[in-house]
């Protein structure tokens, strides 16, 4: 599979902090890669310069073919950026959102691309209500939606789920693998080791500003001595419990 995104020796310091020390990496396209990472292992940063907002010391990025520093603006012409926090207007109802942003994009008719995309992220039954009314779950929904306006080969989710209840976490995560089997090349950066392990085709795990390992779950695993066959009483986690006795269903009211 050609690589979507690729990443070679990235560096970049802060007030001579080195935040990236020669980050390396490739994403298959139409695949989901998941960039694992605590707080200040240097993922945002990592996103920041393949999305052409930061300049790296040194190394190089491609974005579908296009070096992020030398075609800037063909690399953002391929690739659509959801950030950490939702960008919706909350005065606006969900169709005037994704209407707003289709003009924006000069698409040719934003109704059917807003009724279009509404349907795909189950929004319908809010779609005409004010984006203040909705709940966490639905505002990153919307907000992935607005994101595909245009159809954009490439994007980047930096954190899309943090501050979510797990309801909406489950939403987003249906979000994002929708996105890969329609052929989207998705990079997440995350500090969810469960939202990895369910979400990506390929981990890479980044410590300050290094990645550790890069490779699928299997490979991972392979890192660590095989498992002995032991047997235990498997208790039901918290969030067993809870979406058992809430159910997973998604809110449209």
Do not use: C
């Amino acid at each position: 599979m050609t690589a979507a995104i690729q990443a070679d020796g990235l560096r970049k310091s802060f007030k001579g902090v080195d935040v990236l020390r020669g980050v390396t990496f490739a994403v298959d396209s139409g695949s989901i890669f998941a960039l694992l990472g605590s707080n200040g292992a240097g993922k945002t940063t990592t996103i920041r310069i393949l999305a052409t907002l930061l300049r790296p010391d040194s190394g190089t990025a491609r974005v579908n073919g296009h070096d992020v520093q030398a075609e800037p603006a063909l690399a953002r012409a391929s690739f659509s950026l959801t950030g950490q926090f939702a960008a919706v207007d909350e005065v606006l109802t969900g169709r005037e959102n994704l209407a707003l942003v289709a003009r924006l994009r000069h698409v040719a008719d934003p109704a059917a691309t807003a009724a279009a995309l509404l349907e795909r992220f189950s929004l319908v039954d809010a779609a005409d209500r004010r984006v203040g009314t909705y709940s966490g779950g639905m505002r990153r929904r919307l907000d992935i939606a607005m994101s595909l306006i245009g159809d954009p080969p490439v994007i980047f989710l930096d954190e899309p789920t943090t501050g979510l209840d797990p309801e909406a976490r489950l939403e987003v995560w249906d979000a994002v693998r929708g996105l890969a089997a329609r052929g989207t090349t998705v990079l997440l950066t995350t500090q969810y080791l469960d939202e990895a392990e369910q979400l990506a085709d390929r981990i890479a795990i980044l410590h300050e500003g290094r990645i550790l390992v890069d490779g699928t779950l299997a490979d991972l695993r392979a890192v660590l001595p095989p498992a002995e066959v032991t047997y235990v009483e498997k208790q039901p986690t918290l969030e067993d419990v809870f979406l058992t006795l809430v159910g997973t269903r998604k809110e449209a009211s």
